[in-house]
Structure formats: C-alpha cells, structure tokens
C-alpha cells in the first residue's frame, strides 16, 4: 500500500499533540481517584473543560472495562464503542443527587409532575416541540419503551421496516419481539425501496432522528415524505429522536411530531431520553409520547408496557432539563470542533480512511474499505475459525495494531460494508490519540 507509507508520520503526531499526552489514560485510576480526576468541572470564565481526561477505568464501563477484560488492558487505549461519552456531568445533576442521596430512602414513588414539566419545557425550549404532559409515558430505557410498542403493534413473525445502516439495538429490539427486520438500504430518501418493501405484514416503522450509525439528521421534507409513505400504508412510525440535541453546526433537527400534517403526526410514537445529551445512559430514564391517545392506549393501556422509572434517574433528568442546558450547549460546541478535526485528520492523514463530517450525533462514519483491503480483511475473515466479517476482523486489527476499539459496521445491517463507527464522545486528545495510532498502525501495513 504505497500510499500508506507516504504518511509523514512524524508530522502528524506532532500535529496533533499526540507524543504529549502519551499515558494519560495508561494507568487504571481507581473509582475514589476517576471521581477526583479533571473533567468538565467550571473554569473560570464560565467554560467548562472536556479536554481533561476523564479515566472511566475500572468502573465497569461498557466501553472501557469490557474492552479490557476482553483484549487486554495493553491493547485498550481508547475505548471508542458503546454510544456513551467520558465527560464528567453537568455540576448540576451532580449536586442534585448529592441532594437526594442524603435522604437514605429509595422506597416506590410517584413520579413527579415537576419532572414531566422539565420535559415539556425544554421541548418547547429548545425545538418548539408542543407535548401533551398527559400524553408521556415514562420507560427504562429507549429500549424498552421500542419494544412495548412493538408488542402492541406488530405481531409475532411480522415485519418492521427499518434503514440500513442501522442502530444494532433495533435488531435486538426487533428480535425481542418475535419479528422481522426488513432493511431498506439508507438513500435520501430512496421512496421506491421503502415502498416496496411494505406488505400486509409491515407494521412499523423504526425511523432514527439523527440517525445512528450515519449521523443523518432527518430534513423536514424528508420526514414528511417518510411520513406520507407509513400513514398511507397503514404503518406505523416510531420516531427514535435519542440523538436529537447532537447536531452540528448548520444543521437542524426536526422534531417527527412537528411535522405540518396532523394525521402523520398522529401515526407516530417519538421516543427521547436524556441518555445520551447528559451521559446518564444507565440511569435509565427516558420517555414517550404521541399525539394519538389510541396508540398510548394500546401501548401501555392493554398492559404492553409497564412505566418504570428509578429514583435517581428521575431527579438526575430533571436536573440536566433545568439547569444543564448551558453545558450542554459547550459539549455541542466541542463535539462540533472534534468531528472537524476528525474529518479533516482521517482524510488528510489516515491511509486508506475517509469520512464525512456528520450532521448529527457524537459518532463517525468511517470509510475504510481501502485500509481494509490494504490489510487483507477479507482473506483474515475468511481464514477466522469463528463466523466473522471482514469489519469485525478490521475491528480486530485496530484493537491488535492500533489499541483503539471501534464498533465494525457490519453489526449496522445491509449498507455497512467497509465501515466503522468511531464513538469521538470523549476528550479531543483521546480522539486525536486514537487517530495517530490508527495512522500509524495503518502506515506501517
Ligand atoms: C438510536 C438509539 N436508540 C436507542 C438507544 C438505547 O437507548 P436506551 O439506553 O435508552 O435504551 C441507543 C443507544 O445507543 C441508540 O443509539
């Protein structure tokens, strides 16, 4: 691969600052330290620091300790899977479960109309999204609440229309349920597939907002264009807007239930969680809502699903939808200012690599069909006494030769051939870090 080796690798890692930071995450910190480490703590002037490293070792991290545990704590430098960030949280949902927790009491509540109200306050802050306090129905998880409508809809061995590349969760979810995934491979929006591919047996329609693996932010048109196609066709929409508050510069989300028809609208179940905005994926609190009473009706009336919230997770919510809304508008600067430097690193410096900078989301879609060829992928896939993918062997490779883990696209479904995603929800330097070996493990093919 000659162009692998024109790499000035030198350059590059002095570039990025790579060589400074070397260690920095090296030692495991135990929890009572990673609690002390730097973070996103205030700073003067108001900003708040997502450049310190953050060390999340050794407090059974999915994204981290599980990597380790697997691969080797040697081969681990930057976990960069699990749809988490290493950011520590906003002050604020930090002091109000200081608060909480000093009542040592965590007996069945009732959940709080004040919580339902920082819901629909920072909708209609933020997205001027209307949501009926009544109409919300809580869950523990995104999952959970996908799954019970679902139930409700879709009957055993039925199909649920989905784009590819997708989430790998809604197989799951999907699975759960006793059905079908029916992939549509993800065009802008290709009408003609989609069509296609409803039947008599398509009940549902898992659409993502912005889309996770792609970082696809849905335009208004385009969501009204899904949305004619499913009302039309009986079929019906859930809107996973999970990853709504990442979006990048010049770039808008549209809320699915702010779409001008009514009758779309009402054909739609949205599902939101500040899992992802505020780093709170464990505390398990997310949330639904329609504007069909029908719908919520046979989602939670005919007792598909069971509203489950846990005590912590509703005052950490709470607290991130009222006060957290100024760090978290820093987080979307810097991840903004991250996925520049991704794009313009990976295809500057990355052999074989490129990408697109996202509209949405804190992840990135790399293209690394020609690095993985480079490295023989297919033939290392097809010599693997596992069943394996050429990604999953790449995945491999980077753990092996780069000591970074990335997620392989083949886990996405149809469309992920010769893709990655890469999780840039952490420090710059870790992501530049992560870069620089990727570069260099790629170079020296
Ligand atoms: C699009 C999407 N939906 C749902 C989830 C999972 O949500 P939860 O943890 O709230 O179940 C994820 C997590 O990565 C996701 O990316």
């Given at each position: 691969m000659s162009k692998l080796s024109r790499l000035d690798r030198r350059a590059f890692l002095r570039s990025t600052g790579m060589t400074a930071v070397a260690g920095a995450v090296g030692a495991t910190v135990p929890v009572s330290r990673a609690a002390e480490a730097g973070g996103a703590v205030r700073q003067q002037g108001g900003r708040y620091d997502f450049d310190t490293i953050y060390s999340r070792i050794g407090t059974d991290s999915s994204k981290w300790d599980a990597q380790i545990a697997r691969y080797g704590r040697e081969k681990i430098e930057v976990g960069m899977g699990?749809?988490?960030?290493d950011f520590r949280i906003a002050p604020a949902i930090s002091r109000a479960l200081r608060d909480r927790v000093a009542h040592e009491n965590y007996g069945y509540l009732s959940i709080p109309a004040s919580y339902k109200e920082s819901i629909v306050d920072w909708n209609r802050r933020r997205y001027g999204l209307e949501i009926d306090p009544d109409s919300i129905q809580h869950a523990a998880g995104v999952h959970a609440g996908v799954i019970s409508t679902l139930r409700a809809f879709c009957p055993p061995g039925s199909k649920v229309l989905m784009q590819t590349p997708g989430y790998n969760g809604f197989y799951t979810d999907i699975r759960v349920v006793g059905c079908v995934a029916e992939e549509s491979p993800l065009k802008l929006v290709d009408v003609e597939d989609l069509e296609r591919r409803i039947d008599h047996d398509t009940h549902a329609f898992i659409l993502c907002n912005p889309h996770n693996p792609t970082g696809n932010v849905w335009s208004r048109s385009d969501l009204m264009t899904l949305g004619e196609i499913c009302h039309r066709r009986r079929v019906v929409v859930l809107a996973d807007e999970i990853h709504c508050d990442f979006v990048t510069k010049g770039h808008t989300y549209t809320p699915f239930?702010?779409?001008?028809?009514e009758a779309v609208v009402r054909n739609s179940v949205t599902f939101k969680s500040v899992s992802k905005s505020f780093n709170l994926s464990m505390m398990k609190c997310a949330y639904q809502f329609s504007t069909n009473p029908d719908y919520l009706e046979r989602i939670a009336g005919t007792g598909q699903h069971r509203q489950a919230m846990n005590t912590l997770g509703i005052v950490a919510a709470e607290a991130a939808y009222n006060e957290g809304e100024d760090w978290l508008d820093q987080l979307l600067e810097y991840i903004d200012g991250t996925q520049d430097l991704v794009e313009s690193t990976v295809n500057a410096h990355v052999p074989g690599v490129k990408t697109v900078k996202p509209e949405g989301t804190f992840l990135a879609w790399l293209d690394v069909a020609e690095a993985m060829e480079a490295v023989g992928m297919q033939q290392a896939a097809a010599a693997?006494?596992?069943?394996?993918t050429p990604e999953q062997a790449f995945q491999r490779f980077l753990v092996d030769h780069a000591h970074i883990h990335l997620n392989p696209g083949s886990s996405y479904g149809l469309g992920s051939d010769g893709r990655m995603r890469m999780n840039i929800g952490t420090s710059r330097r870790l992501v530049e870090r992560a870069l620089g070996n990727m570069a260099q493990a790629l170079a020296a093919v």
């Open positions: 699990t749809a988490d960030q239930a702010t779409l001008g028809d693997a006494e596992q069943p394996t």
